[in-house]
């Protein structure tokens, strides 16, 4: 199995934790528009960030899968 976003899923993602950490945060009002600011300019879908951002997302999913199957073949029969 192998899991790949797109920058667009990648984005999505990053969507949802920016509105988390700027319903949550103990943020000025300041502070969350300028949050906000930083998505909307920085992070479109075809931005170098988003496309950085969306490769170490990979990166790491696939670091994650290779460890749980190294891990599931060492785990005796019995647990």
């Known amino acids: 199995m192998?899991?790949?976003l797109e920058?667009?899923?990648?984005?999505?993602?990053?969507l949802l934790i920016v509105q988390r950490v700027?319903?949550?945060a103990?943020?000025?009002?300041e502070d969350r528009a300028?949050?906000?600011?930083?998505f909307s300019e920085q992070m479109?879908?075809?931005s170098e960030a988003m496309?950085?951002?969306t490769q170490k997302i990979n990166a790491d999913l696939e670091r994650i899968w290779r460890t749980k199957q190294r891990s599931?073949?060492?785990r005796p029969d019995w647990v």
């Open 26 to 29: 103990d943020l000025s009002e």
């Open 2 to 4: 192998r899991v790949e």
């Open 51 to 53: 496309k950085e951002l």
């Open 44 to 46: 479109r879908t075809g």
């Open 22 to 24: 700027a319903q949550e």
């Open 7 to 14: 920058p667009d899923e990648a984005r999505e993602l990053l």
């Open 72 to 74: 599931a073949v060492r």
């Open 34 to 38: 300028q949050l906000r600011r930083w």
